[in-house]
């Protein structure tokens, strides 16, 4: 070691130099390494406390090689003298792609009016939608909940559908107003010319061209969906119980349950893992309302 | 010819015109004035109303009754506080992680993209999830990983039954909170933050480097104030997400120990406390609060888009 570092220094300051920003990257580069294992770090431990027993689970210190088991996800799925997860798992799929759809209805009309055919105080309705985002939600709680009692829609899937169009709409209009705005404007005016009604032009030019965007802008959506749990827990009940409300209340039982946590964590996460990996740029782009191309 | 096809098109000309071009925007519209506005104006008219649900019959006008309980209880008050410690403490702490983070994937190295992946995990576990997992098998004090780790170097000397043992939550409940917290949003800001960097001008940067410059000074001249509106925009929206958040306070601590934030308290007034006035009220002071903050940040993101144009 030393013997390498008097070479380098005897080799006059240019190698010197080199040497040192060599040597540099490689503790960066080491340093990255050892914060991104950090972070991922709890999610290491998740998946391997799932996949243990519940007596290797509680142990001091950990028992990381104990041997894997399957048995805390035939649990949590299977239900062993537990509530069933699946009503839950499929109100929150269906809440959150047919919020989803409702959003996507909604928000490329709508871009299309922001972007492409502007409307005259365009940029003022934009931010009329972010600032609905900036509300702090829980403000609004409290009438929804005395709506939603008269109108008797308490405890439906409809009303939280209703709720997460409505919390996902700005977001969704933001994102397909940048990609729409990206779209080469000579293509639509050619193909206007070429005399192509609104309609048309949507469904074969604007929809294929803008595919990529409106892919990020629904699994954006759906995340959020899938993730929200205020709302979820104070508006739904047996019926229309979503995922993260029946994870919270998955958690009162007692005695060990460690490892039936951590995998019933990582299952009700798994499809925005999935997601989320699938579409790492375009989380960035939609979670930054489109401002970063 | 071509001009003529082109013009009721391309310029607003006319009545019909203009509201041709509206007419794909209303729907949207409507229904986002139905569905979050008309709530925001009952809630500003319960919060005159004096009224509790557990006493159906007492209910009537009370003036600023409402907003003179919010502003003297010390619940609220103190919730106030927590909630902007929590949002400034996750919003800095996760930024200035996050931008180091960024810095150290901005360079090219071995594994640099599954460092990337594995650093956005966090982000992508669902935030009740997450706040679970940190409560009971992180910070646990009988069998968390912490107190685990902490037994585990203690019996690699043969100290194991010296080993400190802390009851993460009881002693630092608001730190538990926030530790979860920016562990969930680092990758976020780390994300956006990368994306800025990819955009700076590198022949730029080189040829500043050829002039002699050193990393320090290409750092704090050209990298930084590059980076500014991303460092905004960043801040911005962890801001939006973090003074909202309602998961992980409500699952970690319960809002005890000192950790309610607004959302909290205000969903404990509303459904354990069931003062629909007093929440309304509070909801409402919540809601001026916000709108004064956006005002300020909304001029940021304006900066943000002016170079977008109009079309």
């Known amino acids: 070691m030393t013997a390498v570092a008097t070479g380098a220094r005897t080799a006059g300051p240019r190698i010197t130099l080199q040497d040192r920003e060599r040597r540099r990257g490689v503790w960066l580069s080491a340093l990255a390494w050892i914060i991104g294992l950090i972070f991922v770090g709890p999610v290491l431990w998740m998946l391997l406390t799932s996949l243990h027993s519940e007596t290797d689970a509680a142990t001091n210190p950990p028992s990381l090689f104990a041997p894997l088991t399957l048995q805390s996800y035939a649990s949590f799925f299977g239900a062993a003298g537990g509530a069933n997860p699946w009503p839950a ?11 989803t759809a409702f959003v996507l209805g909604f928000a490329i009309p709508a871009a299309y009016a922001l972007s492409i055919r502007p409307v005259k105080k365009w940029s003022d309705t934009l931010f009329f939608f972010l600032t609905t985002k900036m509300l702090p939600m829980v403000a609004g709680l409290l009438p929804v909940y005395l709506i939603a009692k008269t109108l008797h829609l308490l405890d439906t899937p409809i009303l939280m559908i209703i709720i997460y169009t409505s919390m996902n709409l700005p977001i969704a209009a933001w994102m397909m107003r940048s990609f729409l705005a990206e779209l080469p404007l000579e293509v639509l005016e050619a193909a206007e010319m070429d005399g192509a009604g609104m309609l048309t032009l949507f469904r074969q030019i604007i929809m294929p061209m803008a595919s990529p965007g409106i892919v990020a802008t629904g699994l954006i959506c759906f995340i959020f969906s899938w993730n929200e749990m205020l709302f979820a827990s104070v508006l739904t009940g047996t019926t229309s119980i979503t995922a993260p409300v029946f994870l919270t209340s998955f958690v009162t039982s007692e005695g060990l349950f460690l490892s039936k946590v951590c995998a019933a964590s990582i299952a009700v996460s798994l499809p925005v893992l999935v997601a989320g990996f699938a579409a790492q740029d375009k989380l960035v782009q939609g979670l930054s309302l489109g401002a970063i191309k | 010819m071509t001009t003529m096809r082109l013009e009721p098109t391309m310029l607003v000309t006319g009545r019909r015109e203009v509201w041709l071009r509206r007419i794909p925007l209303l729907p949207a519209l409507i229904f986002m004035v139905i569905v979050t506005q008309l709530p925001f104006v009952a809630t500003l008219i319960i919060s005159f109303v004096h009224w509790n649900a557990l006493y159906p019959t007492d209910v009537g006008f009370g003036w600023f009754q409402n907003y003179a309980a919010v502003f003297t209880d010390g619940a609220t008050l103190q919730s106030v506080l927590v909630t902007i410690g929590l949002t400034v403490g996750v919003v800095l702490i996760s930024l200035v992680l996050g931008f180091v983070v960024a810095l150290l994937l901005d360079r090219k190295f071995r594994g640099r993209g599954i460092v990337r992946t594995i650093m956005i995990a966090p982000f992508l576990i669902v935030p009740v999830a997450s706040a679970l997992v940190w409560k009971h098998a992180i910070l646990n004090p009988s069998y968390g990983l912490f107190n685990g780790t902490l037994t585990w ?36 800001m780390m994300l956006i933050l990368l994306a800025g960097l990819t955009g ?40 939006i997400y973090i003074v909202q958040n309602f998961d992980a306070v409500f699952t970690i601590t319960s809002g005890g120990l000192g950790t309610a934030n607004l959302p909290y308290t205000i969903y404990q007034t509303f459904f354990e406390a069931l003062d629909y006035g007093k929440a309304s009220a509070a909801g409402v002071v919540v809601v001026i609060g916000s709108m004064i903050i956006a005002t300020f940040v909304l001029r940021t993101v304006s900066s943000l888009l002016k170079e977008d144009g109009k079309r």
Request: aromatic share 10%; charged share 10%.
């Open chain 1, 89 to 99: 798992l499929i109100n929150s799929a269906l809440i959150s792609v047919v919020s």
């Open chain 2, 153 to 188: 170097i203690w019996g690699l000397f043969g100290q194991a039954s010296h080993a400190p043992q802390i009851d993460w939550v009881t002693a630092q409940p608001l730190a538990s909170v926030m530790a979860a917290l920016i562990w969930q949003w680092t990758p976020f």
């Open chain 2, 200 to 239: 700076r001008p590198l022949d730029v940067i080189e040829a500043a480097k050829i002039d002699g410059a050193t990393n320090a000074q290409i750092f704090r001249h050209m990298t930084l104030p590059h980076m500014r509106q991303y460092l905004e925009l960043a801040a911005l929206l962890g801001c």
